[in-house]
């Protein structure tokens, strides 16, 4: 009788229990609130009509209840989840965590998570910004692959290691707090685009990631949130241009200023990584670069035996009072003594009229060793030829 009994009532218990779970399990579906378990520590909750999914209390994501290769507690539901509030006592986004969560817009992940897991967002189209905490040191392989409206990523200063394919080609600003020591993260992604997506380092690093395998290829490598102040200057200090730089950029060289005499040659710093306040001045060599035609000619007949283009510095000549510059003129070319010499000289106009005495029997200075009759000359320092290079004194 008792056992009739026993068995009656759990027949009875039975069936109410699992009454009371398919009204529980109907009513979830339909409810603002849907709660679980990912440990005994760490439990979940989604409010379906404002989309946000919470996850109190502490523990490691990867060690929950749904097996490694399976989906999150929270799969079903994946369509409502707009935004995720993470536990700053969370320590790991396990793998597949997110996984098709195509409403979920942002992401930030607190500084107590280490781990983001394999392909833990892999899929979430409407994901356009997440900021990842100072605490992760390691994100695996596809944890944002097919983010297609991910534009901007803040990774924190601990991380280390970014897997294959971790990242999306549709990045256009990669914002990456470690620092050197220790040297630029280990990484392996395809996918990015490095000549669009800029690259933002703490200024202190931008050489190390510049020449780092892999981030070196970024096109734009700048300094986190900092802009600095370019001056280009003269060579006399007059400034020739004044830029507000954001740090890691390349500043923009205004035209250089002609200098008589002189030949612009570049300038004093190097501007294509701006990670500091700069005054860069530029650098002038004595002499204007031309290009000259060389002629070797046979005496006896004026023939050309050879023609050579030369590049050379030509020096701004002496001012003399009382006459114009005209230009150089080659006086002699020895190539048979040691180091060939060519020689050079200035030619002047006389300015004074030609009445003027042909020679001066005493000369007080180098302009009167000229003959003063409107012909052209070269001055030496103590003899006068005509421009044929007939000595006349």
């Not at 969560?101 to 992401?107: F, R, Y």
């Not at 997506?197 to 096109?219: G, H, M, Q, R, T």
């Not at 000359?377 to 000595?391: A, C, H, S």
């Amino acid at each position: 009788m008792f056992i009739t009994n026993q068995f009656v009532i759990n027949s009875i218990m039975k069936k109410l229990i699992t009454l009371f779970l398919v009204l529980i399990a109907g009513a979830s579906i339909h409810a603002a609130i849907i709660n679980g378990v990912c440990t005994k520590d760490l439990s979940w909750s989604l409010n379906t009509d404002d989309g946000i999914l919470t996850l109190t209390g502490r523990g490691d994501m990867t060690k929950s209840s749904y097996a490694p290769l399976t989906e999150s507690p929270w799969y079903d539901y994946r369509s409502y989840i707009k935004f995720v509030s993470l536990s700053e006592g969370l320590t790991s986004i396990g793998r597949l965590a997110f996984n098709g969560c195509k409403g979920l817009t942002s992401v930030t992940i607190p500084d107590s998570v280490t781990v983001i897991g394999e392909h833990a967002f892999t899929l979430c189209t409407g994901l356009t910004t997440v900021t990842i905490g100072n605490g992760v040191t390691g994100i695996g392989d596809g944890a944002f692959s097919d983010c297609s409206a991910l534009t901007s990523l803040t990774i924190g200063k601990s991380v280390t290691s970014i897997g294959i394919n971790a990242l999306p080609s549709s990045l256009k600003h990669l914002i990456i707090f470690a620092t050197t020591p220790p040297s630029p993260p280990s990484i392996d992604i395809k996918g990015v685009d490095k000549a669009t997506c800029k690259l933002y380092v703490p200024a202190e690093s931008i050489d190390a990631y510049a020449n780092a395998p892999w981030w070196e290829d970024f096109a734009s490598i700048r300094a986190i949130g900092s802009r600095f102040i370019v001056k280009f200057l003269d060579w006399n200090g007059d400034v020739l241009s004044s830029q507000e730089i954001d740090g890691g950029a390349a500043a923009v060289a205004p035209a250089p200023p002609a200098r008589a005499g002189y030949t612009f040659i570049g300038w004093d710093k190097d501007f294509s990584r701006v990670t500091e306040d700069l005054s860069i001045t530029a650098l002038y060599e004595f002499g204007e670069s031309k290009t000259v035609t060389v002629i070797f000619a046979n005496s006896t007949d004026d023939s050309e035996v050879l023609r050579q283009q030369l590049s050379m510095k030509v020096p701004l000549a002496p001012e003399i009072t009382g006459f114009t510059f005209l230009g150089w003129f080659p006086m002699a070319a020895i190539f048979d003594e040691p180091g060939n010499t060519i020689t050079i000289q200035a030619v002047y106009q006389a300015d004074i009229p030609s009445s003027a005495p042909a020679v001066y029997a005493n000369p007080a200075n180098p302009a009167e060793k000229l003959i003063k009759n409107g012909i052209v000359y070269i001055l030496t320092d103590d003899k006068i030829y005509t421009t044929q290079g007939m000595l006349i004194k």
